[in-house]
């Protein structure tokens, strides 16, 4: 198998985050291969990597503890890409699969990676390379936020429809049978429409507390991708059920304090009135081949806003810090 390799291989790297890992990724035209390409492990994958995306997880990480990586690092959670190798049964050399790589190895915007057995799955027979790059993170964590808590016919509020997660999440929710009302920007209701949601709320026009407290809607989950601050959980006993679960991906520096308040602050002591959990993506192969099948189905794809070349990849990471992204950003990283 080593024969087989490169020697060195094309990556998109940092060795320096001040101003943003964005501002500082290189491109690499003899990057070293992944230590343990040579010699797989057992139940390990070495991938070809043709697409990945981003993920505000790969600057935070890196820009916050920079120290836990070896230099020149290689973001990228998210692939898409060729079995060049593999110990694991199921898989073999020309195999086409997704998912991702764990935190801190990252490394996803190198040509080459080696993953484990649940990061490593086949990209099901008429599914595209570059849609299924973008599952990774994002979709199944949209997946892990909705499937354990709410069965077909459930009411779902997702608190930011038109990003990476709340597109995989209108759709998800969908195929699950559930009513999905989404909040997002004018600018996007339509998309969020054309996903599925049954009811879009534009947050520039509307109050959102306030539309929801009117509408007398009783739901069974709310999933908060966005977390802006505590108001739309403090009130959400309102519009949630009291066998209801308020879930929550996010949180910014600014609002860190307020995400505590809320998941620490019990009922009786005057905190909110409902259930509230807050998810981290735990990669699972056999949830990553549900995603699969329904993108297969037709009934989930992913919404990709814009594909950049390897050596844009800092363009990417920049667009993404924007926070208005629609949906996914893809890098081309070999391509098929």
């Known amino acids: ?40 492990p057992a139940s390990h994958t070495l991938v070809r990597v043709a697409y990945a ?7 935070k990480v890196a820009e916050y503890a920079p120290f836990i990586f070896s230099k020149p690092a290689t973001p990228g959670l998210d692939f898409s890409g060729t079995v060049v190798a593999s110990t694991l049964p199921h898989l073999t050399p020309g195999d086409r699969v997704f998912g991702k790589t764990e935190i ?6 190198g040509e080459y990676i080696v993953v484990g057995a649940q990061a490593c799955v086949p990209v099901p027979e008429g599914v595209a390379l570059d849609q299924a790059a973008c599952v990774g993170v994002t979709g199944l964590t949209a997946y ?17 429809g038109s990003g990476g997660t709340g597109t995989f999440g209108i759709q998800i929710a969908k195929a699950l049978g559930c009513h999905v009302t989404t909040t997002c920007s004018g600018a996007n209701v339509e998309l ?27 739901y069974d989950l709310i999933v ?7 108001e739309l959980y403090w009130n959400c006993h309102h519009y949630l059920k009291p066998t209801g679960r308020y879930v929550t991906i996010a949180g910014s520096l600014g609002t860190m304090f307020a995400l505590m308040k809320v998941l620490l602050w019990p009922a009786v002591l005057g905190g909110g009135q409902r259930p ?26 992913a919404i990709v806003e814009q594909e950049f070349e390897l050596e844009e990849a800092g363009k990417a990471y920049e667009r993404l810090k924007s926070g208005r992204t629609r949906g996914k950003l893809v890098i081309k990283v070999a391509g098929e």
């Open 276 to 301: 509230v959990q807050f998810v981290t993506c735990t990669t699972n192969a056999e949830q990553y081949a549900q995603i699969g099948k329904w993108m297969q189905e037709g009934k989930v794809k």
């Open 144 to 160: 892990q936020c909705l499937a354990p808590f709410v069965k077909a016919g459930g009411k779902v509020l997702i608190n930011g």
């Open 1 to 40: 198998m080593a024969a087989q390799l490169p020697k060195t291989m094309r990556a998109s790297q940092w060795t320096a985050v001040s101003g943003g890992i964005g501002k500082n990724l290189k491109l690499n035209a003899q990057a070293a291969l992944p230590k343990k390409a040579a010699a797989l």
């Open 192 to 218: 969020c429409k054309s996903l599925g949601a049954d009811r879009v709320i534009d947050y520039r026009s509307e109050d959102v507390v306030a539309t929801l407290k009117r509408s007398g809607a009783q």
């Open 104 to 109: 801190p190895a990252f490394g996803t915007l």
């Open 224 to 230: 908060d991708n966005v977390f802006a601050g505590p």
């Open 53 to 59: 995306t981003t993920n505000p997880v790969d600057a």
